[in-house]
């Protein structure tokens, strides 16, 4: 019976010594700019911005390494599905008549 209780112990130390390096070290790495062809210009009016990877805060992208800049494009582009586009509307041009 010694070795048993021994042996599930081990495996229990096992497991939770598993969970703990899972949680501590990161799940992915960022890519690097090259290999996404990233290009600091928007591509068919899609840019960065409005990219669900984009971080807006820290110009950062959660998947490339990296500054980004928010008008530029790479080959992983998503679209946010919340972004909204804000317009900038000219005081001169709302003139009433």
Sequence with gaps: MQKRKSRRSFFK????L????FYSVPLYAKTAKEV????????????CKSCLHFIPET????TVEGS???EGW????????????EKVT?????STQ
């Design 13 to 16: 130390y096992m497991s939770v």
């Design 18 to 21: 598993g969970l703990a390096s």
């Design 36 to 47: 996404v062809k990233y290009q600091a210009t928007p591509k068919d009016g899609n840019a």
């Design 59 to 62: 110009n950062e992208c959660k």
């Design 68 to 70: 980004i800049d928010p």
């Design 74 to 85: 790479c080959n992983i582009y998503f679209k946010h599905p919340n972004y909204k586009e």
């Design 90 to 94: 000219n005081e001169n041009n709302n």
